[in-house]
């Protein structure tokens, strides 16, 4: 069974402070990784996408691949309270056919 | 901005009867996609559509559900005879590539399926 873990959380931290998200993936066959936000009873919007081992910035988010160890984590800088939501990671599978492999989320809370 | 549209937003049923579920993709995308998301629980892949046929289809996508493109522009799902443990919010989604470098999913605001 092809798998994305995340912790749970909640993930709880100051505004302005660093929120850093993990997750890790059991397929190696996956080439793509993306970061959803998901607010509570909302759709998931698409933060951010990375496929080469290392790091993507985009603006306040980073995030961050390492296919050896099957882990990429998403760091959000200066967090702030609208940035409370649900964080899901998700895999493009290996079989070519666009279906994403999503992890349960963890929950962020940036506290004012 | 493009926009994945959904409808209805929410809908209730009784067991055992027919819904079907309405999605209208960004123009441009060719790979169409639902997934259902049952309350407190992770986003699942239902089944993904491409050149007017399924490309993979998840365990939960049994012979109770079918999908269709009716026309240039819907995207349908179709329960045929719904049980309670179809309760979920079902999310249409679109992308325009499929690969590694541009196959990020665009979300549909969702239908609420909700079935006594």
């Known amino acids: 069974q092809k798998e994305v873990e995340q912790n749970s959380g909640p993930l709880s931290v100051p505004e302005g402070a660093i929120a850093s998200l993990n997750c890790t993936y059991s397929?190696?066959?996956?080439?793509?990784f993306f970061w959803y936000r998901q607010y509570s009873g909302k759709s998931p919007e698409l933060i951010m996408f990375?496929?080469?081992?290392g790091d993507k910035e985009d603006g306040r988010f980073t995030a961050q691949l390492n296919k050896a160890s099957q882990y990429v984590s998403l760091l959000i800088r200066d967090s702030q309270p609208s940035d409370s939501a649900t964080y899901l990671c998700?895999?493009?599978?290996?079989?070519?056919?666009?279906?994403?492999?999503f992890g349960q989320g963890t929950t962020l809370q940036v506290k004012p | 901005e493009p926009e994945v549209t959904q409808t209805p937003s929410h809908q209730v049923t009784q067991m055992g009867q027919e819904v079907i579920l309405r999605c209208v993709p960004i123009?441009?995308?060719?790979?169409f996609y639902w997934y259902r998301q049952i309350l407190g629980q992770k986003v699942e892949f239902l089944v993904s559509?491409?050149?007017?046929?399924?490309?993979?289809k998840s365990e939960i996508f049994d012979d109770q559900f079918s999908v269709e493109r009716p026309d240039g522009s819907n995207f349908t799902l179709k329960i045929r005879s719904t049980k309670l443990e179809d309760s979920a919010m079902y999310f249409c989604?679109?992308?325009?590539?499929?690969?590694?470098?541009?196959?990020?999913?665009?979300f549909g605001e969702g239908s609420r399926l909700t079935v006594l």
């Open positions: 990375i496929y080469s081992n």
């Open positions: 559509f491409y050149n007017n046929e399924i490309s993979e």
């Open positions: 123009s441009n995308h060719l790979y």
């Open positions: 397929d190696r066959g996956s080439q793509s």
């Open positions: 989604a679109s992308s325009k590539r499929r690969d590694r470098v541009s196959g990020e999913l665009f």
């Open positions: 998700a895999a493009l599978g290996s079989s070519n056919t666009g279906k994403l492999i």
